[in-house]
């Protein structure tokens, strides 16, 4: 079975600092993909970043990137130049390579602070 | 503009009653999903369905129920029988071989 697992139930961050989120994952499988997603109030999910597990290579997308580390199995979202508007509960999920079923975390509410 | 959509926004039912909630995607995906989220909590996958007039159960399915008549049509109905069915339901789709799932924007279903 899988899992994630996110240890900080909330976080604050000074506006322009970056900030560190971190995922933790468990699964027999060789081949699977990580992800973030991003809850703001309003309850919609936006995709952030995808990693596959064979990339060797950590995502970005703009702000964020993914520090993949395999073997500590952990998948942390790296948030650049915190603004505003990040504030929003982030979610660490993953799901089998050719699979359909995405696993949660429990999420990490953010803060940013002015 | 593409996407998916979901309705309503907010619904408030009775308990003991069965309720429907609606989810229409125009991104010509196969797979439709459907996650609930309790507050403070991650989401949990209830049914799911790769392709039309075939789904499979997720992770809590019971009391709710489904059907895939169309590729571009999931709805849930949340039956009498789900003992909390309070909480926030998010309807999913992605291609076949496809990593990502868009979500639509939710619906908060209330029972009292």
């Known amino acids: 079975a899988q899992k994630i697992t996110q240890t900080q139930p909330g976080m604050f961050v000074q506006e322009k600092e970056a900030v560190t989120l971190d995922c933790t994952y468990d699964?027999?499988?060789?081949?699977?993909?990580l992800f973030w997603y991003k809850q703001p109030s309003s309850g919609e999910m936006i995709f952030l970043i995808y990693?596959?597990?064979?990339?060797?290579q950590n995502a970005t997308e703009g702000r964020y990137s993914l520090n993949f580390q395999k073997a500590r199995k952990s998948a942390n979202l790296v948030i650049s130049a915190s603004q505003l508007g990040d504030s929003a509960m982030y979610f660490c999920?993953?799901?089998?390579?050719?699979?359909?079923?995405?696993?949660f975390g429990a999420g990490t509410i953010l803060r940013v602070k002015s | 503009d593409g996407g998916i959509t979901q309705s309503p926004k907010y619904l408030f039912r009775k308990e003991g009653q069965n309720v429907t909630l609606s989810c229409e995607q125009n991104?010509?995906?196969?797979?439709m999903y459907w996650y609930r989220q309790d507050p403070g909590q991650g989401l949990r996958l209830i049914y799911y369905?790769?392709?039309?007039?075939?789904?499979q159960k997720g992770d809590i399915a019971e009391g709710y129920s489904v059907s895939r008549e169309k590729k571009e049509s999931f709805p849930l109905t949340v039956t009498s029988a789900q003992k909390n069915p309070t909480a926030f339901y998010l309807c999913?789709?992605?291609?076949?071989?496809?990593?990502?799932?868009?979500f639509g924007p939710g619906t908060r279903l209330t029972v009292t």
């Open positions: 999913a789709s992605g291609g076949i071989g496809s990593y990502e799932q868009y």
């Open positions: 699964t027999s499988d060789q081949s699977y993909g």
């Open positions: 990693q596959g597990s064979y990339d060797e």
């Open positions: 999920a993953m799901r089998r390579e050719y699979g359909n079923k995405l696993v």
């Open positions: 991104l010509n995906h196969d797979a």
């Open positions: 369905s790769q392709i039309v007039n075939d789904f």
